[in-house]
């Protein structure tokens, strides 16, 4: 098998196998792009599927539509056009400041420059298992665009892709102070290759750097839960408020939270989700993105149920069997665990006094930090392989898949269009239920 996967690449790619994986390891920044960090390195891209490739190319201005259509929802929900809950569900453990800025006029049309899904290639298509509006990656995945293409390979976005879209979300800004706290240092060494690479007008600071320039850019590399944390944000907060620097991500938590996939399937909304999303736009984003539940303990009528899960109160979810339990409960932002695969719980891989605490701890936290339910719909089984330096050989790894668009977007208000940069694959062995980076995963780019 092993001698399959070798000649596969060989003949598909026309190159050595052994000589890229080792060009890709020796090419490797001296300080690493994850601090800490380890992963397998794959001789070639991940190959999509033209068809995928292209419903992920046409995916980003879907996601900003969406964005910008949540950012409307909770305005009118606050302005009393739209039901009060929303507004209040999301802004559940926030303290007072964060909501001002949120609601603020300066940032009222705001939404994230970079958009990143986290899809998860299942045997039905894909499904997308959350937004991410702080995203790391972005460093790293340039950097795979880079390296790789200089083996050989062709990449989804080209080698610069990753590092133009980037570079394009400020504008006419200079210079722009990556902000990077110290909750997020893991990813600081990618975030100072990536400015390395852009020049000396991108430079990487630390939560103490306070010289802004007036009429320079910031992009925030901090959630906003870590802000006690973050002894400049507000004076960053400040100028960008003031219009005397440009801010990127907005200091707004709700796009921060995974509880926007259980309003997009909550029936009561499914009317301004029609008008304001259109017909297309919004079937399109239900056959992505599964059925999520906001975990609220509010008493329901003893007639009533809740849809879906056919149970009248969450504590009953505690008593499904371990069958009935293919559901992922995960705390739904503003949190430490609402990042990474912390504060993630799959129903079926639990046992009963665990699932039961994890439900438990759900209802309890909801005020403060509200989780969210999740049809879990499982990643199906691709092909990969990555190279043993210890034994210089390729090995086959039957693997599941996590796909990262990154997508940028540039330009002013409703001109502002998405652009994708690159994508990035991380598959883990096949008997890893939760896809996340580790040690035993495989990163690489991804190819047509």
């Known amino acids: ?60 201005r879907v996601l900003l539509q969406f964005y910008r259509v949540v950012n409307l929802l909770y305005r009118k929900s606050v302005e009393g056009k739209q039901p009060e809950w929303v507004a209040r569900w ?6 007072r400041e964060l909501i001002d800025l949120q609601r603020s006029a300066a940032f009222k049309h705001d939404v994230p420059q970079v958009i990143r899904p986290d899809i998860l290639l299942t045997e039905a298509g894909f499904s997308i298992t959350e937004l991410d509006s702080v995203p790391g990656g972005i460093g790293l995945t340039g950097w795979l665009n880079q390296t790789y293409t200089q083996t050989g390979a062709t990449v989804i976005g080209g080698a610069d892709g990753m590092l133009r879209g980037f570079e394009s979300i400020f504008g006419e800004a200079k210079p722009v102070y990556i902000v990077v706290s110290e909750e997020a240092k893991t990813y600081r060494p990618e975030m100072e290759w990536l ?20 009429g320079s850019a910031v992009y925030r590399f901090f959630e906003l839960f870590d802000l006690p944390n973050v002894a400049n944000s507000k004076r960053i907060f400040e100028l960008a408020a003031e219009k005397k620097i440009r801010l990127t991500p907005p200091p707004k938590p709700l796009f ?47 007639h009533a149920a809740i849809p879906g899960l056919d149970i009248t ?22 949190s430490e665990q609402a990042w990474g695969a912390r504060g993630v719980f799959l129903g079926s891989d639990l046992s009963q006094a665990d699932w039961s605490a994890a439900v438990d701890a759900a209802l309890h936290d909801f005020k403060q930090s509200p989780n969210v339910l999740q049809r879990f719909h499982k990643p199906s089984l691709v092909e990969t392989s990555w190279f043993d330096f210890t034994k210089n050989e390729v090995v ?9 668009p990154y997508y940028f977007v540039s330009g002013e208000g409703d001109a502002a269009r998405p652009q994708l940069g690159g994508v990035l ?24």
């Open 396 to 404: 086959p790894m039957k693997g599941r898949a996590r796909l990262c």
């Open 313 to 334: 109160d969450w504590a009953q979810l505690k008593a499904l069997s371990q069958k009935e339990r293919d559901l992922i409960l995960k705390v739904s932002g503003f």
């Open 90 to 95: 999301l802004d559940l453990g926030k303290p």
């Open 195 to 214: 400015a390395a690479q852009l020049g000396s007008q991108f430079t990487v600071h630390d939560s103490q750097f306070s010289d802004l320039a007036e």
């Open 1 to 60: 098998m092993a001698k399959a996967v070798t000649d596969f690449i060989r003949l598909y790619y026309r190159i050595d196998v052994n000589e890229p994986a080792k060009f890709i390891r020796d090419a490797l920044p001296p300080d690493g792009l994850f601090a800490g960090l380890e992963w397998k390195i794959a001789p070639a891209p991940l190959p999509l599927g033209a068809p995928l490739a292209r419903e992920i190319e046409t995916l980003g």
């Open 425 to 448: 694959a991380t598959i883990v062995p096949a008997d890893k239920k939760i896809v996340h980076g580790m040690a035993e995963a495989v990163l690489a780019p991804c190819s047509i």
């Open 256 to 302: 921060e939270e995974k509880m926007l996939f259980a309003l997009l399937w909550n029936r009561n909304l499914q009317s301004f989700w029609r008008q304001e999303l259109g017909e297309g736009f919004l079937a399109r984003l239900k056959k992505v993105i599964p059925y999520t539940w906001l975990v609220d303990p509010t008493p329901v009528p003893p």
